[in-house]
């Protein structure tokens, strides 16, 4: 094979490693939103009566929704 065909070929196997990353950090970063908006809905859910109107924690439950 041609050093030319070569650096090419290494040049697209490069790319497609850097894709193949991306689209693993994205679904982890994903898994990481989605599993903060399941803890923050349970804390909303549980023990903040002290600390948060049931008007305050309807708008957040709706951002937690809305982020979900």
């Known amino acids: 094979m041609a050093k030319k065909q070569l650096d090419a070929l290494s040049e697209d196997e490069g790319k497609l ?3 193949d990353r991306l689209a693993i950090e ?3 970063r994903k898994n990481a939103v989605e599993s903060y908006v399941y803890d923050m809905r349970d804390k909303l859910s549980t023990g903040t009566d002290k600390y948060a109107t049931e008007k ?3 708008a957040l439950m709706k951002k937690m929704s809305e982020t979900e």
Request: proline share 0%; no cysteine; hydrophobic share 45%.
């Open 56 to 58: 305050e924690k309807e």
């Open 26 to 28: 994205t679904a982890d």
């Open 17 to 19: 490693v850097a894709a």
